[in-house]
């Protein structure tokens, strides 16, 4: 096997295939099942709310803190061996989540199982570039996509069965298939590495980025539940001079994780602005329905868990063709009704009440809040792209994932506390209830002011819509599917 060499349709293409769609659907699938067990675990390791939320915000805190980083150590050292490291600490860590006997071990284990997915995630699709050759190269991350919006569709499903047998199971499941990834890739994925990329790491970035986050979120936390005393002020005021600390660095940095150049571009900025409030809301919604369908609606884990469904059925199968509109009619429309859409499912989840059906209640508002995303996430990636020179394309695809992962792990921390939900209070159908409403109210009023700031902020010139995409310039709007934990990564390396 040559990286590089392989063709779509052999055995050892197919083996690539298979590994690195096992394995971005390993973080994947965990990334949304979770979610529906956290009611079994608050009350099995007799939790707080905010036991509930650490459970969730500390795997996104380090996958989000460091999966720039993830991707400049697979172009130095090796993108197999960098992704086998990260299938095997995914899957220690996973083990660590299924034993955990409190909640506290339960949070560290999730915070390492996250350093695991910052390893194999960029990894996943940057073997698929680096292993086939040419046209090949597109047919294959088209397959990748696919097969990976087939595994976020399975998900709930088999997290929520999962949940009603054991909430353990939901992690412990991970160890036999990491097994047969690495057994696989050992065998049979070709090794690459990117000799071009810039020499060094940028470790001090990476550790100002971790810890800003970090400080940041357990003070929102804490301000958003209006817990006593000065700590989760003097936690938030750290985590923004710890972030001012990152942008610092990255200004002066010879190998920056994010270069700063990126910011310069208005479209750029923009869309990241967009990427805030729009996976914000969804990092909200998502933590906030499932819990809500169970607590108070009495829905069972699966039942709950197939409620996330019809949004990535919706997306799988429209949102290659958002992006193709987005490509001749330019992004800012889409960009524009896409969130609008977004909001009236969410206004539609507010009749999920105690006596809620799924079919009559559930379904309507997820198809909606599915449109809404459909129309949104692919021309948001396309323009995220299309605003970043070549060279800088894999950095911005990776800065833009990033962003989006960090505001669901700001909003996770901070929209509970604002809509009243603190303490045993996911325990208590009627105060959670109540909560929940604020929340959609919340989240609907995030994607709104989304949908202002791209009518107002984002611009793509006439002619570059009539000329089309660049003829080498992998289209993530036409092959990716578009997920709902963040945007998809961009095949490039780390920028030169």
């Not at 795997?59 to 050292?77: P, V």
């Not at 088209?142 to 087939?150: D, E, K, P, V």
Request: charged share 10%; net charge neutral; aromatic share 6%.
């Amino acid at each position: 096997m040559v990286a590089g060499e392989l063709r779509m349709g052999t055995a050892a293409g197919r083996w690539v295939l298979a590994t690195t769609v096992l394995g971005s659907g390993l973080a994947m699938i965990d990334g949304t099942v979770v979610n529906v067990a956290l009611e079994r675990i608050g009350t099995e390791l007799d939790a707080g709310f905010t036991g509930l939320q650490w459970t969730v915000n500390a795997y996104t805190l380090t996958l989000a803190s460091l999966i720039l980083l993830g991707g400049s150590l697979g172009d130095h050292f090796g993108r197999k061996r960098v992704f086998l490291i990260g299938v095997a600490w995914f899957a220690l860590a996973s083990l660590a989540c299924g034993l955990a006997p409190d909640i506290g071990t339960l949070i560290a284990a999730r915070a390492l199982q996250g350093v695991g997915g910052a390893l194999l995630t960029p990894g996943s699709l940057a073997l698929i570039s680096a292993s086939f050759h040419g046209a090949d190269r597109g047919a294959a991350i088209g397959a990748w996509s696919g097969l990976g919006g087939i595994a976020g569709a399975v998900g709930p499903f088999l997290g929520g069965w999962l949940v009603e047998w054991s909430w353990r199971a939901v992690f412990l499941i991970n160890l036999p298939l990491a097994a047969l990834i690495i057994a696989i890739a050992l065998r049979h994925v070709p090794e690459s590495r990117d000799t071009e990329s810039a020499p060094g790491l940028d470790v001090t970035g990476t550790v100002l980025a971790v810890a800003g986050l970090g400080a940041l979120t357990y003070g929102l936390t804490g301000l958003g539940e209006g817990s006593a005393g000065s700590i989760p002020l003097v936690a938030t005021v750290a985590g923004v001079l710890l972030l001012a600390g990152f942008v610092l660095v990255e200004r002066r940095s010879p190998h920056p994780l994010v270069p700063p150049t990126l910011f310069r571009d208005r479209t750029f900025s923009a869309a990241n602005v967009a990427t805030v409030l729009i996976y914000g809301a969804m990092g909200a919604v998502f933590l906030m329905l499932v819990l809500q369908l169970q607590v108070v609606s009495g829905f069972t884990p699966l039942l709950a868990g197939a409620a996330l469904l019809p949004v990535t059925a919706v997306m799988l199968v429209f949102s290659g063709r958002a992006g193709a509109l987005s490509g001749r009619i330019g992004p800012r429309l889409p960009m524009t009704v896409g969130p609008l859409v977004g909001a009236v499912g969410l206004l539609l989840l507010l009749r999920v009440g105690a006596s809620a059906s799924w079919l009559l209640d559930v379904l309507p508002a997820m198809l909606v809040f599915g449109a809404g995303l459909a129309l949104t996430v692919a021309p948001l990636t396309a323009t995220v792209l299309d605003a970043a020179p070549d060279r800088y394309a894999g950095a911005a695809s990776g800065v833009n994932n990033a962003v989006a992962r960090a505001a669901g792990l700001l909003a996770v921390a901070v929209v509970p506390g604002i809509a009243g939900i603190a303490g045993d209070d996911y325990s208590d159908p009627v105060a959670f209830d109540a909560g929940f409403r604020v929340a959609m109210v919340i989240g609907a009023g995030l994607l709104v002011v989304a949908a202002v700031a791209s009518f107002a902020l984002i611009r793509k010139p006439r002619d570059e819509v009539a000329a089309g995409p660049e003829p080498d310039r992998v289209r993530v709007e036409e092959c990716v599917h578009c997920p709902l934990s963040g945007p998809p990564l961009h095949p490039g390396g780390t920028p030169r």
